[in-house]
T-cell receptor
Framework: EAGVTQFPSHSVIEKGQTVTLRCDPI?????LYWYRRVMGKEIKFLLH????????ESGMPNNRFLAERTGGTYSTLKVQPAELEDSGVYFC??????????????FGPGTRLTVL | AQRVTQPEKLLSVFKGAPVELKCNYS??????LFWYVQYSRQRLQLLLR?????SIKGFTADLNKGETSFHLKKPFAQEEDSAMYYC??????????WGAGTKLIIKP
């Protein structure tokens, strides 16, 4: 079974440019999460989709970040315009639907974003 | 405030020695606690969750509500245990709140 995939693996852009990150969750996983690790700091939650709906986007840093999950399948995270402090590793994770409080989240390999 | 603290950024022990990676949390509700591990050039993966109360790869972790801790332990470290270890807390909104991580190095 294919795991969570993310594209691209690396992205180097200049300040002010736009970047779109993509995450393909495991098939059948309704829950999709985005996290970010800025260098030297802990991993931070960005947002959580349940199917195509944003369940919680309280971690999105500002309105330069836009996440979508059309059709409840893959998700994109767009940063426009990118700033230097956006550099870091962006992780995507997915988990199946469940009545339990928590299901294991399966992580993608991450996208390393560098803003120059 | 909800917070997870891993006081050690780096922990280095010899093969065969006991390992303890510390994790303390601050959370007003009933916590769900996890240990995730990232081996070199691999993705983050779940190692343990407190509700399962099982041992994975020889590691155990006990939730101590009195001390608000969830330390990860292994009696005899192996070289393949070298990795980044993250303690995480699941809140009521299904977010994971992460510690800063501890890099574990097992020396031969």
């Amino acid at each position: 079974e294919a795991g969570v995939t993310q594209f691209p693996s690396h992205s180097v852009i200049e300040k002010g440019q736009t970047v779109t990150l993509r995450c393909d969750p495991i098939s059948g996983h309704d829950n999709l999460y985005w996290y970010r690790r800025v260098m030297g700091k802990e991993i931070k939650f960005l947002l959580h989709f349940v199917k195509e709906s944003k369940q919680d986007e309280s971690g999105m840093p500002n309105n330069r970040f836009l996440a979508e999950r059309t059709g409840g399948t893959y998700s994109t995270l767009k940063v426009q315009p990118a700033e230097l402090e956006d550099s870091g590793v962006y992780f995507c994770a997915s988990s199946p639907p469940s009545l339990l409080t928590y299901n294991e989240q399966f992580f993608g390999p991450g996208t390393r974003l560098t803003v120059l | 405030a909800q917070r997870v603290t891993q006081p050690e950024k780096l922990l280095s022990v010899f093969k065969g020695a006991p390992v303890e990676l510390k994790c303390n949390y601050s959370y007003s509700g009933s916590p769900e606690l996890f240990w995730y591990v990232q081996y070199s050039r691999q993705r983050l993966q779940l190692l343990l969750r407190h509700i399962s109360r099982e041992s994975i790869k020889g590691f155990t972790a006990d939730l101590n509500k009195g001390e608000t801790s969830f330390h990860l332990k292994k009696p005899f470290a192996q070289e393949e245990d070298s990795a980044m270890y993250y303690c995480a807390l699941g809140d009521s909104n299904y977010q994971l709140i992460w510690g800063a991580g501890t890099k574990l190095i097992i020396k031969p």
